[in-house]
């Protein structure tokens, strides 16, 4: 069992809906809804969980599909957002989506738990699957923990891995690293926005074009 599948799990087991409490996604979500503002369109979340942000999208005239590694997960959102399309996929793998099928591609707090080398491959796919002129928004953790916590992170400072069970649960990259790697993929930035950490981990906001 992956670790994420795991998680949703537990979560389910204690009666709670999602990864964390309720008010904690309204920023986020909040944040979401101003960058696409007078926007409409196919929109692909990835890392969605039960849907917690991006189902109340496709209450709003967007045509939603959410990804997740965790069938828990996916099976509470499916039940959760009806008018929106929810799949069990490992994005380290191809997606399974066509070519330039979605208008913006968006990920809340998933490309920190994708390890090199597929951190390359998910900015490829997502590139991939946008039309021209379509918008991918990452918001990541960013920078590198404090020496103290890293047995408590189960981090290895040569791989800036942090693992459970054997796998990989989280990857700390620079932000100049993030940014290389949106930008190698083809996309061009349009605004990026870094909060440091306190005093270590920190958050990067991206907003990327796929050039007409």
């Not at 696409?36 to 990835?46: N, V």
């Not at 989506?97 to 920190?112: G, N, P, Y």
Request: aromatic share 10%; charged share 25%; glycine share 8%.
């Amino acid at each position: 069992m992956n670790p994420f599948e795991g998680r949703y799990q537990k979560i389910a087991s204690e009666g709670r809906a999602a990864w964390f409490a309720e008010d904690r996604y309204e920023p986020t979500l909040a944040s979401w809804q101003h960058r696409l503002e007078g926007r409409s369109g196919t929109l692909l979340e990835i890392g969605c969980g039960v849907g917690r942000l991006v189902g109340p999208l496709s209450e709003s005239g967007f045509q939603v599909t959410g990804v997740d590694l965790s069938a828990t997960a996916i099976e509470s959102a499916r039940k959760r957002y009806p008018a929106a399309t929810f799949l069990v996929i490992d994005i380290r793998q191809p997606w399974p989506f066509d070519e330039a099928q979605f208008d913006f591609v968006l990920d809340s707090d998933c490309l920190h738990h994708i390890a090199p080398p597929f951190r390359g491959m998910f900015f490829d796919e997502a590139l991939r699957v946008l039309r021209p002129g379509g918008m991918l928004f990452v918001k990541t953790s960013v920078g590198l923990p404090h020496e103290d916590d890293y047995a408590m992170l189960r981090y290895d400072p040569a791989t800036r891995c942090c693992t459970a069970g054997g796998e990989v649960i989280n990857y700390m990259a620079e932000p100049e690293e993030v940014l290389s790697e949106c930008a190698k993929a083809g996309f061009v930035i349009h605004k990026h926005t870094l909060t440091p950490g306190e005093p270590t981990i920190g958050q990067i906001l991206i907003d990327a074009l796929k050039p007409l």
